[in-house]
């Protein structure tokens, strides 16, 4: 078992402790927290494990120039930046990185930069890892697109540079994931198994988050503000032996405004010409007649609401679901898979092809090639 308090996790998937707005007089309550901000700004007072554990503010300062930063996946809001600012900048320079961060360019990331142009804390929120940009001015640098799965990041290649984990079993654990991929249970149960980061977008409706359908939305939340992000906060679920209880919980009182924009955050549509709408016509027909839709039911395409699966049912690795709550697996709301690859939850079919040719051989669909190629078009098509 390892300690949570040396942990390593943030997925996906906040930072502003106290939400900022009109000062108040006298007995006037504080203004509600607001949902777009908690999501992409708060921290939940996580900073305590960025800052004064992990010391993550001297890494940026020191070692993470823009190019750096860039490469590991991190992402810029063009419209943070005034016009021209990126045009003068030295890409190469780690103060260039710390003065986005105090403009609130880098997604995900909160910091605190005293009047020398020092870092002096830092903390992380959920648009870290469920937040990307549009590339509209370079690759990484753009507009923001909430919801959708930061899969360039590469979560533990960033904590390894902390001088927190240079222990050889935590630098080849942390440096073993790859971009897009994070272990929401490593500092749980001690056991390297990461999963593909998840979208935050097309959650209305859907009765159970999480791969292993432990829970609803709220639920996961909870659970990674609190073990992952290191959040101040309380979370407790005896099933898989988790308790965390600070005595500050900045968590609880905002879950409610975070899932109220996570809920706000509709799945994007197939881009125009990405499949060819005939085929992904007769591709739903043999989507129906293979029993896709006996598990993949209703209008979100899952059934979770009503049962979840053991792994052999479809053939997939136990591994994750053997360290949950549940033992299971829910079937996964089909949403916006044209915009996510990797598929499954271990990213272990790198196309929509290889999801067909993985069901193909586990369950014997019997489809021919042009029935094949009609179901990856109306996959493409959701």
Not at 302 to 324: G, V, Y
């Amino acid at each position: 078992m390892i300690s949570l308090r040396k942990s390593v996790l943030l997925v996906v998937p906040l930072a502003l402790i106290a939400c900022e707005g009109t000062p108040t007089t006298g007995d006037d309550p504080p203004p509600p927290p607001d949902p777009q901000e908690v999501f992409r700004f708060e921290t939940f007072g996580n900073e305590t494990w960025w800052t004064d554990t992990l010391r993550m503010h001297e890494v940026i300062e020191t070692a993470v120039d823009p190019v750096t930063a860039l490469a590991v996946g991190l992402k810029v809001d063009m419209d943070a930046l005034p016009p021209g600012l990126l045009d003068q900048a030295d890409l190469t320079d780690p103060a260039t990185t710390v003065e986005l961060i105090r403009r609130n360019a880098v997604l995900g990331i909160q910091g605190e930069v005293d009047d020398d142009g020092r870092l002096t804390r830092v903390g992380i929120a959920c648009s870290l890892c469920h937040s990307t940009v549009d590339d509209a001015v370079m690759p990484g640098i753009g507009r923001r697109l909430d919801g959708w799965p930061n899969l360039d990041l590469d979560p533990g290649l960033i904590v390894s540079l902390s001088p927190f984990f240079q222990e050889a079993q935590a630098q080849t654990v942390l440096t073993s994931w790859g971009p897009g991929m994070f272990d929401p249970r490593f500092n749980i149960d001690g056991i390297n198994d990461p999963v593909v980061i998840p979208p935050a977008y097309g959650l209305k409706g859907v009765p159970l988050e999480t791969y292993t359908g432990d829970g609803p939305v709220s639920y996961w939340n909870a659970y990674v503000a609190v073990t992952q992000m290191h959040g101040h906060g309380r979370f407790e679920d005896p099933r898989i032996g988790v308790s965390v209880q600070w005595e500050d919980d900045l968590v609880t009182p905002l879950l409610d405004p975070l899932l109220e924009y996570q809920l706000s955050l509709s799945a994007p549509p197939p881009p125009p010409g990405s499949f060819d709408p005939e085929s992904a016509g007769r591709g739903r027909a043999v989507f129906e007649r293979a029993g896709c839709a006996d598990c993949h039911s209703g209008p979100l395409l899952t059934d979770a609401a009503t049962r979840l699966h053991p792994p052999e049912a479809t053939c997939m690795d136990p591994t994750l679901a053997e360290r949950s709550a549940t033992g299971m697996y829910r079937t996964t709301p089909l949403r916006a898979l044209w915009q996510h690859a990797p598929y499954f939850h271990d990213g272990s079919a790198e196309s929509l092809s290889d999801v067909v040719a993985h069901y193909e051989a586990c369950l014997t669909l019997g489809l021919t090639q042009e029935e094949t190629q009609d179901l990856i078009e109306y996959l493409k098509s959701l």
